[in-house]
């Protein structure tokens, strides 16, 4: 007797658990080329934030985007990836995942440490996975970001986890099946000189259709705002002169008025209090040879912190954590190279370090010019 293995779908009519991805059909070819385009622009950030951390260049680089079952995933690859599965706190529900080969993971991890790269190790315990665990949540956090100024919303994911799966046994992370369909977006991996290799991003075919609805969204653009509502301004009824009733009738007829004569400026019609209008008058602007505010001596007493910074260096977590009592650090400054003189972190002059009364000092030996220093101190 032979058995057949029921579809997702199949299971999901059975039970009644509502539409399943088949029922809901297949992603067009334009919504694959928008999550080839959301893909594109995580994968961007997410470069930037490897290359960063490794002190390599990386890139990610022609995009492949395919709709593709887990399984039959499993059966193209037929290898160990580490896959990073990166949860949605806010702005989508589910995931995405990341899929890397095998060899650039221990790649990137060697990288990590501290080394070169060149002689990755043979298997990754578990302080290669958590600096590996680390990377990967420094990379999602990039990937939200884009997402964020992408979708116009807040979008935040959970810490991100991963883990090595043998695809060739059909190993797959949890909560996905077998049957379950996805879209992958492949990207052409470089890591220097060190790999070329694929990473992949794979996203739930729900996730997808929301990813595609977001976009949407987002690039439609905002309707225009309603025009202000006008209403008539009622005019005020004329001043009536008072004068004319006041006046003696023209010629001593009853009736007839006579015409004011003008008024002199600076008295109002009908009489009053005279008002004294004179032309304004500005005092002449004088500017400054140096920019310097005419009311600099307002802040005279501010007190700066002036700081003498010796050199400095760049050194990985690796190094850092191996520091202790006796150790040398390095700085970029060489012998006799001037030290800077700051003040509120910004340069303002350079000088030499002497000692007076057995405390350090430091005598200027070439400053900025005034102009300079109030642009920096801006």
Do not use: W
Not at 112 to 141: R, W
Not at 280 to 301: C, E, K, R, T
């Amino acid at each position: 007797m032979s058995y057949q293995r029921l579809s997702q779908a199949e299971i999901d009519m059975l039970l009644g658990g509502g539409s399943s991805s088949a029922e809901e059909g297949a992603l067009s070819q334009g919504e694959l080329d928008t999550v080839g385009e959301i893909g594109t622009a995580a994968a961007g950030a997410a470069a930037t934030s490897l290359g960063s951390l490794l002190s390599q260049s990386v890139s990610l680089t022609n995009p492949m985007v395919s709709a593709i079952t887990m399984e039959g995933l499993c059966n193209e690859v037929g290898a160990v990836n580490y896959i990073a599965e990166i949860s949605f706190q806010e702005g989508f529900n589910g995931g995405l995942y990341l899929a890397f080969q095998e060899p650039d993971a221990k790649i990137i991890v060697d990288l990590l440490l501290g080394n070169d790269g060149s002689n990755p190790p043979a298997v990754l315990g578990d302080m290669e996975l958590s600096a590996l665990t680390e990377a990967m949540n420094q990379l999602a956090g990039n990937i939200m970001t884009s997402f964020s100024a992408l979708f116009k919303k807040r979008i935040i994911s959970e810490p991100t986890q991963i883990k090595a799966y043998d695809l060739s046994q059909l190993e797959t992370p949890m909560g996905v099946t077998l049957d379950d369909s996805l879209v992958k977006v492949a990207f052409r991996l470089e890591l220097g000189l060190l790999s070329d290799s694929v990473l992949s991003m794979l996203i739930p075919q729900t996730l997808a259709r929301d990813l595609n609805k977001a976009f949407e969204a987002a690039s439609m653009p905002m309707p225009a705002a309603p025009p202000a509502e006008t209403r008539p301004v009622a005019a005020a009824p004329p001043a009536r002169d008072m004068s004319a009733a006041t006046a003696p009738p023209m010629g001593g007829q009853p009736g007839y008025g006579y015409a004011q004569p003008p008024q002199a400026a600076g008295y109002p019609v009908g009489g009053g209090t005279p008002v004294n209008a004179q032309p304004v008058q500005f005092a002449p602007f004088i500017p400054s040879a140096v920019g310097v505010p005419g009311n600099l001596n307002l802040i005279l007493d501010v007190p700066l912190q002036i700081t003498v910074e010796l050199g400095r260096t760049k050194r990985q977590v690796k190094e850092v954590l191996d520091l202790g009592t006796g150790s040398i650090i390095e700085l970029d400054k060489l012998t006799g190279d001037p030290v800077d003189i700051m003040i509120s972190g910004k340069p303002i002059a350079e000088g030499e370090v002497v000692i007076i009364d057995e405390n350090f000092a430091v005598r200027i030996t070439k400053i900025k010019n005034m102009a300079d220093r109030l642009g920096v101190l801006q």
